[in-house]
């Protein structure tokens, strides 16, 4: 880039000389063809040399995005399910989009055009003070009112980008939720109202652009008008300057080309104004979200979990999403390694709160969670879940192949594959896929059913051996067949495990060495599928449904 200004730098001079020699009628046609020569080769060598820099500036422009985007993506794993659940989607999908690229055009070409208009603005001007100082000194007159002028407007177009871009964030949150209930906004006609609400966003969107819009419109308007009015002060002042012979005519017309070449810089300026402030606003969004640290993570000592047995011992512990509302309240339980624990209660009970504790997802508010004796806050984080097998309420399937879902990146032996296949009941189901295994289940296991996706994210996480098993309403999507039939080889199967299970149907908990009944966040009873029945009215009632419900099925 510093060769490019150079030569440019170079070529005006050249020209001085040609218009010289002719003004001066002592015509060299010899002269005047090496020095037209001598433009070509450097207008060639400026070309070859612009293409390296603008190349070089591509690679690093991009790199600098990838960095911030691997960066961003690191982070935002790292954040606990607290900080998520407050954060939208669309929000952080407009940091890993439109915000990075605006920081890549910034700090890309922004920094680069930085570095070029310092260099080939001060060298021309520099230039043109050697010529003549006061020509220069009445050219730049315009100049204070330029730069006064684009600081006002940079101001106002940081803070409408700003506006813009969370304008942004809303919009694409609002279209990605659109698409992931498409279902039920065919099933409930909702077409309408939420095509009203995106026109809607998307008006906001576009109003707030266009105040955008109108800012960057004027400031290259802005910039021709000056820098045409140091032509015109140039024009006739250098006019009267030749007329006395101060300067030849060769210097006046070296000097309008040197004007310009100072007229990329100034509007440049203009330019990078823009890429600036942009940048700096998205940048600025982007450090909220890098600076955001999560509540759950590990110590700065951690304690390693060394081979883990199972027990786990709940110690009075409390819990809330929200610091004044408890889920949570007084729990103490016991388990013991290799058992089997069921939890069932009313719905809103805190069942799924209970068990995402155990892998911290989230902090406890009160209490204590031991694994082994040794407090789980104490622990480092992936020493803790590489112990925990979880599966969630909500069977989460990537869109990959179902064989891609199951094993996860895991090497397993086709006996073992066949093994979970066989109890989680997908033997009959992955017969009859078009590919096997290797069937696409689409985006979130769109081309399955409810109870099938329940499945292969069962079969997941069992095929995940660890000494703690969590299954969080594993067959609440199957049909009472299918989930006896699972919970029988559940049974059967050797885990050597941990074991707890949540669920609302009794059949799955039966079998369960001890039963917690949750209620209003309490341990309201506990004990084996014999004793709920004749001490806790909730469990005999919803067994005594569910098995008219069995009866009546079959």
């Known amino acids: 880039m510093i ?3 150079a030569m440019q730098l170079v070529i005006p001079q050249i020209v001085k000389n040609a218009i010289d020699t002719l ?30 820099w603008r190349n070089l500036l591509m690679i690093s422009a991009r790199d600098v995005e990838k960095g911030i985007r691997d960066d961003l993506f690191k982070h935002v794993l ?30 890309g070409f922004g920094l680069i055009v930085l570095v070029d ?25 315009p100049m204070p009112f330029l730069i006064f002028a684009t600081r006002t407007l940079g101001k106002k177009m940081h803070a409408f980008h700003k506006t813009a871009q969370e304008s942004f964030s809303q919009l694409t949150e609002l279209v990605r939720e659109s698409f992931f209930g498409i279902r039920i906004i065919k099933v409930f006609n909702f077409e309408g ?34 820098l045409n009015l140091s032509t015109l002060v140039v024009i006739f002042y250098g006019g009267f300057l030749v007329m006395k012979q101060v300067i030849t005519p060769g210097e006046l017309v070296a000097f309008f080309q040197y004007l310009g070449i100072l007229a990329w810089p100034v509007i ?77 209660g009313p719905p809103g009970s805190g069942k799924s709160s209970l068990i995402q504790l155990i892998p911290r997802l989230y902090n406890v508010s009160g209490g204590k969670i031991s694994i082994d004796g040794i407090d789980v806050n104490t622990l480092d984080l ?91 309403d594993p067959i609440s999507q199957m049909d009472t067949n299918t989930a ?11 885990f050597n495990s941990t074991f707890i299970i949540i669920s609302h149907r009794i059949s799955a908990l039966a079998s369960c060495d001890t039963i917690f009944i949750l209620k209003s966040g309490r341990i309201n009873h506990f004990g084996t599928h014999e004793k709920l029945i004749q001490t806790d009215r909730f469990y005999r009632k919803s067994y005594q449904v569910q098995q008219f419900e069995e009866g009546y099925e079959v």
């Open 268 to 344: 440049a300026l203009g330019w990078m104004t823009n890429l600036f402030q942009r940048g700096m606003a998205s940048l600025q969004r982007i450090n909220t979200l890098l600076d955001s640290m999560p509540e759950v993570s590990s110590p700065e000592n951690p304690n390693i979990l060394p081979k883990v047995a199972g027990n786990i011992i709940f110690e009075d512990v409390s819990f809330g999403y929200d610091k004044d509302k408890a889920i949570l309240s007084n729990i103490n339980l016991k388990i013991s390694q290799g058992n089997s624990i069921g939890i069932s």
């Open 484 to 494: 006896s039939k699972i919970i029988s080889q559940l049974n059967r199967m050797n």
């Open 117 to 141: 208009t310092i260099l080939l603005g001060g060298a021309t001007l520099a230039i043109m003070v050697w010529t003549h100082p006061k020509l220069t000194a009445i050219a730049m007159i």
């Open 78 to 107: 790292s954040l606990d399910m607290a900080y998520l659940d407050k954060v939208k989607t669309g929000d952080i999908m407009a940091h890993a989009t439109s915000d990075i690229n605006h920081i890549r055009m910034a700090f």
């Open 23 to 52: 003004s001066s009628a002592s015509f060299d046609k010899k002269t005047l063809i090496l020095q037209c020569a001598l433009i070509i080769f450097l207008g060639l060598f400026m070309a070859v040399f612009r293409y390296g």
């Open 382 to 472: 992936n020493s803790l879940r590489q112990n925990i097998a979880l599966m969630p309420q909500e069977a989460f399937l990537f869109s990959g192949t179902i064989k891609e879902n199951i094993l996860m990146g895991k090497n397993v032996d086709k006996e073992k594959l066949d093994q979970i296949i066989r109890v989680c009941c997908l033997k009959d189901t992955i017969e009859k896929m078009p590919e096997g295994l290797d069937t696409i289940v689409g985006e979130r296991g769109i081309n399955l059913s409810g109870g099938q996706k329940q499945r292969i994210a069962l079969a997941r996480t069992l095929m995940s051996k660890k000494p703690i098993i969590i299954l969080d």
């Open 3 to 5: 060769i490019v200004d």
């Open 193 to 226: 109202i939420i095509s009203n609400k995106v026109e809607n966003a998307s008006t906001d969107y576009f109003k707030k652009n266009l105040k955008r819009a109108f800012v960057t419109a004027l400031i290259k308007p802005l910039l021709i008008f000056f």
